[in-house]
């Protein structure tokens, strides 16, 4: 099994050199004193965490997974202490304010400590990135009453949360949904209704869970805009804020699914359960997506993970193991064979991890410096900017990092030929693990909707030209690494030409828009991460052979990215403008097996 190690050099090389960590920290409140040495202090104590707590648990999750007996769960030796050590380090309240009980560091240190643990056990980190669910509700829309009575406990990991909307009837189009509440005379409410995967639904770790639960008012309209918010506890409360009586709500079974079993995925029988709104009545969307936005951008740190846990995996392998001879003489004399990394196809495999891994850090790290512009910044024009470049950019990094995350976590596996297969060196785990990331928080089909029908079509493409703008002025200004920024203009501008082609196909038809949406999402993200590749080359090159050739080994990666992984947008451009015929034309009754 190999061992999980936190990438550090890379992170600290994205944070402080590429998006200059120091000056963006001191533009923002409340932030100045995080200093490169705080920073570097954190993420090195996170890694700890990660290599030595988390990682060793991790094919003890997959191998043991959860249990379920009567309304029980189980979770895997080890969990419960290890999400314990977790919460008496402070990671739960890492990016939490300091007026909510956390420690008020910016969003994007706590999202360096959530790739790392992440990497190193995805189960695991579940059960806490969950428990910011219900934090960000109340933190947003709960009163004060509530926000002391639950807050501090969810922040110190004393106990889960959870994010209850899914239905069995209804997956993303939530306004279907069916669960009920009922007011009381004491202003509670009872909430009646089953919520399906719910992940850490159930569990043995906390004494208690907060379930952020989304049900419709009994006479509220119908659709997404008679929906509101509840907070409803396991375990109800005394009025000294002691666990009280159970509360009705129990698991009704678990799933039992492809990977991350360490994770408990759990269906809830709300049986008329005592819960308390958060927020107005029939407004619960507006303050569950402060949560679901992040969480977004938390499920593109899987994508990550995994990729970086695939590509970590294979490359000790890929030098030791002898096969064949290289086809360009021996590499390896002395030996029977060589080792195979020298084989084309072997480097291809490792190179497409790298690059995915590396690529989708970059991205992830550059939208959590926007979020901490949001949350910190006292510019409005500087918030509203960073708002902008979030709603256009999030729903490319949640697709297409966890699209080329599992294509990364096969090319791991693949490098390992039949041993890959087998559980023994853990890199099928990371595939079964990797595969739920593009299904969660919005389907990659549903994210690129998103993408070209919320975001840039009906925002009329200013938020995308607005991005564009930037990547035009940073060829112009690196015109003298042409090798790079050559290729990015020219795709920057056939990126707005297809834009207002299919804005005018989709004005006659719709499902033009739809047809084309995922080939236009993966087209951006490909064009997106060729940004950030140039963006390093124009940095790497200013630092010659310096820190044992790990700049020049970008220059490498980013050269590898642009001849061989963005020539792929010349397919997706083929098939967007082939248009809606051939997918909408034939009739149902054909659809025949």
Not at 551 to 570: E, G, N, S, V
Request: aromatic residues 8%; proline residues 4%; hydrophobic residues 40%.
């Amino acid at each position: 099994m190999p061992a999980y190690r936190a990438p550090l050099r890379d992170m600290h090389f994205v944070m402080n050199e590429l998006l200059d960590a120091s000056s963006h920290y001191a533009k923002l409140q409340g932030c100045e004193e995080v200093t490169p040495d705080l920073l570097a202090a954190i993420i090195d104590s996170g890694a700890k965490f990660a290599e030595n707590v988390a990682a060793p648990l991790n094919a003890i999750g997959d191998e043991h997974g959860c249990k379920f007996d009567n309304g029980k769960v189980t979770t895997p030796p080890g969990f419960r202490e290890a999400f314990q050590q977790y919460g008496e380090a402070g990671w739960q309240a890492l990016g939490i304010p300091a007026e909510s009980g956390g420690q008020g560091l910016p969003t994007s240190v706590g999202m360096c400590v959530n790739e790392m643990i992440g990497g190193a056990n995805w189960a695991l980190n579940m059960y806490a990135g969950l428990a910011n669910a219900p934090v960000t509700c109340l933190i947003h829309g709960g009163n004060e009453a509530m926000k002391a009575t639950y807050l501090p406990r969810l922040v110190s990991g004393e106990w889960g949360g959870t994010m209850c909307l899914t239905e069995a009837h209804c997956g993303s189009d939530v306004g279907l949904l069916r669960t009920k509440a009922v007011k009381n005379a004491d202003g509670s409410y009872t909430v009646t209704g089953n919520k399906i995967f719910i992940s850490g639904g159930e569990q043995d770790i906390t004494p208690n869970i907060i379930h952020a639960v989304l049900a419709r008012i009994e006479g509220a309209p119908k659709g997404t805009k008679g929906i509101s918010l509840f907070i409803v506890p396991k375990v109800l409360l005394n009025p000294d804020g002691s666990l009280g009586e159970r509360n009705a709500v129990h698991c009704g079974s678990i799933e039992k699914k492809m990977g991350n079993k360490g994770n408990a995925t759990c269906v809830m029988n709300f049986d008329g359960a005592t819960g308390f709104l958060v927020g107005e009545p029939n407004r619960g969307l507006n303050c569950m997506f402060t949560f679901m936005n992040s969480a977004r951008i938390g499920t593109a740190i899987q994508g990550i993970a995994h990729a970086e846990r695939g590509f970590q995996g294979a490359l000790p392998y890929a030098k030791e193991r002898l096969a064949m001879r290289s086809l360009s003489g021996k590499k390896n004399p002395d030996g029977a064979a060589d080792p195979i990394i020298v084989h084309p196809d072997v480097r291809r495999l490792l190179l497409t991890a790298k690059v995915f891994a590396e690529g989708g850090r970059m991205l992830v790290h550059y939208l959590a410096r926007e979020l901490d512009i949001v949350q910190h910044s006292a510019d409005k024009a500087a918030q509203d900017a960073a708002e902008d470049r979030l709603a256009l950019l999030t729903p490319i990094a949640k697709a297409f990092i966890t699209e080329t995350g599992f294509e990364a976590a096969n090319c791991g596996m693949q490098v390992f030929g039949g041993h890959g297969y087998i559980a023994e060196h853990g890199m099928e785990q990371n595939v079964r693990d990797s595969r739920i990331s593009m299904l969660y928080e919005g389907t990659t089909g549903i994210q690129a909707l998103d993408l070209i029908g919320r975001k840039v079509l009906l925002n009329g493409g200013v938020n995308l030209n607005l991005f564009l703008d930037e990547i035009d002025t940073f060829c112009t200004g690196n015109a003298s690494h042409s090798e790079f920024t050559a290729p990015l203009a020219e795709l920057s501008k056939e990126w707005r030409t297809l834009t207002g082609e299919l804005g005018e196909k989709a004005v006659a038809n719709m499902d033009e828009a739809g047809a084309a949406a995922v080939d236009y999402l993966m087209y951006a993200g490909y064009v997106t991460q060729a940004w950030l590749w140039a963006r390093v080359v124009v940095l790497a090159s200013t630092k010659g052979d310096a820190d044992g050739g790990f700049y020049q080994a970008k220059i490498h990666t980013a050269r590898f990215y642009f001849q061989r992984i963005l020539p792929r947008t010349r397919a997706h451009l083929g098939s967007l403008r082939a248009g809606s015929a051939s997918l909408m034309a034939m009739p149902e009754a054909l659809f025949i097996f």
